[in-house]
């Protein structure tokens, strides 16, 4: 799980700071001052002393965090380079082209990606840039990032959240946790909140117990040439990126506020299942579920005809909704309006013959005047897509509706087939 490191450190220090000034601090951390518990020196003098320093981070991370180390892990020193071609690795390997040029289309028929972007040139840019530790829960490998050629602060606090993600993967066990199973977009960012969360929540708490404030300062300098790169990354990416620290940090610290760490264990055994429950917590608290909508891709492309494919089906759910919304024109707060009250959604995308393309997005709505906020702010968002696109009320059958469906193509005729399509019965309330 790779870690961006100048978002959880800016993060983590903002915590840590609110708690210096007696602000409304997330947890009870206590402030670093100049008493803190001294960290071991950065400059260390043979691979003794580093194997040295390490173990006793262990220690300290495990005396926090409370779970049992089945096995202690020395971490990997990779350059920046190193780093760089190993995130590419994977990447290429874990989506072929196919699938990533399926997801390039999807992005560009929502109005989310420049026609001219690449998804693993983005990707790999990223990440090489911000990216200062990772635990390969497939291999039970932990890595972390040296630009310096040293051990500061930024090492030390990479590795005490990297050990959280390898203590996480031996007491609970990571891969169950299916956070890239296909076609559970949304379940599987609810799910990295929790995991990333923990780890964050973990990491401030080490960090104001065990970083001076020189270190803590250190963290906070921002290479400008990174930020400014995270910050060219269209929105949908960046943000989605960012969501499971910043909302997997508040939803974590609020069920520790409530129980400890004992209560956060106990979150492994009932994860959230879409960002909507990371986003209201007290909807992760009531265990109110998404409806599973019966969105068909294959069989849509097979309605359309001679030379249309399905591609697999995916679910956006409330947080990616509302940066829909907003990336399409819509302001920020509508958006985030618009897009609560979310009960459940699936999208398709359909490829057609020489380039066509056919978009389908069914959502419910837990009232129908959630399902009219969105119905009116979606109208107003498809304006900005490329091609042509509508959106409509399905047939209802009586009573209110909650159901919205949104249509996209690359042109006004294949809309035309497209919405025509006998969705209503599958939708209808």
């Known amino acids: 799980m790779p870690e961006m490191s100048r978002l959880a450190a800016v993060l983590v220090v ?6 210096a000034c007696g602000g409304p601090s997330p947890s009870a951390t206590p402030a670093p001052s100049a008493s803190a518990t001294p960290s071991p020196s950065a400059t260390l003098a043979s691979s003794a002393d580093t194997a040295a320093l390490y173990r006793a ?16 892990l020395e971490p990997t020193i990779l350059s920046e380079a190193e780093v760089r071609t190993r995130l590419e690795e ?4 874990d989506n072929p082209p196919d699938e990533l040029a399926v997801a390039e289309e999807t992005l560009r028929a929502l109005g989310l990606l420049p026609a001219d972007a690449s998804l693993g040139d983005l990707y790999v840019d990223l990440m090489g840039s911000q990216v200062i530790g990772l635990y390969d829960f497939t291999v039970k490998q932990l890595f972390v990032v040296s630009r310096s ?5 930024a090492e030390k606090s990479t590795f005490a959240h990297e050990f959280t993600h390898a203590l996480q993967d031996q007491n609970f066990g990571l891969e169950g946790l299916e956070m890239g199973a296909a076609g559970r977009g949304d379940r599987s960012l609810a799910r990295r909140a929790l995991v990333e969360g923990d780890a964050l929540l973990l990491m401030a708490r080490w960090m104001s117990e065990h970083m001076t404030g020189a270190e803590l300062a250190e963290l906070l300098q921002v290479d400008p040439e990174a930020q400014a790169q995270l910050e060219r990354l269209p929105a949908i990416l960046r943000e989605t990126l960012l969501f499971s620290y910043q909302q997997g940090f508040f939803l974590v610290n609020g069920i520790w506020a409530r129980g400890g760490w004992e209560a956060v264990d106990r979150a492994y055994g009932r994860l959230p299942d879409s960002t909507e429950q990371v986003m209201h917590p007290e909807k992760y608290e009531a265990g109110e579920k998404p409806v599973e909508l019966p969105l068909d891709g294959a069989a849509l492309a097979k309605a359309m005809g001679s030379g249309w494919a399905g591609t697999p089906e995916d679910t956006l759910g409330e947080f990616q909704l509302s ?3 907003r990336e399409n024109g819509v ?11 979310w009960g459940g959604d699936r999208l398709a995308y359909l490829r057609g013959p020489d380039g066509a393309y056919a978009l389908v997005l069914a959502t419910t709505w837990d009232t129908a005047a959630d399902a009219t906020e969105f119905h009116d702010a979606a109208s107003a968002a498809v304006r900005s897509l490329p091609g042509a696109a509508r959106v409509e ?24 087939r497209i919405s025509q399509m006998a969705l209503a019965d599958a939708f209808a309330n």
Do not use: C
């Open 14 to 19: 903002f915590v840590i700071a609110l708690a």
């Open 57 to 72: 981070i262990e220690d300290q991370v495990l005396a926090e965090r409370g779970l049992p180390a089945k096995e202690r």
């Open 90 to 93: 994977q990447f290429r390997k």
């Open 149 to 153: 050629g040293r051990i500061g602060g």
């Open 323 to 325: 940066v829909w919304l």
């Open 331 to 341: 302001d920020a707060l509508p958006a985030g309006d618009a897009a609560a009250g």
């Open 393 to 416: 009320w399905p047939n209802q059958r009586g009573g209110q509706p909650r159901s919205v469906l949104v249509f996209a193509a690359g042109d006004a005729s294949t809309l035309a």
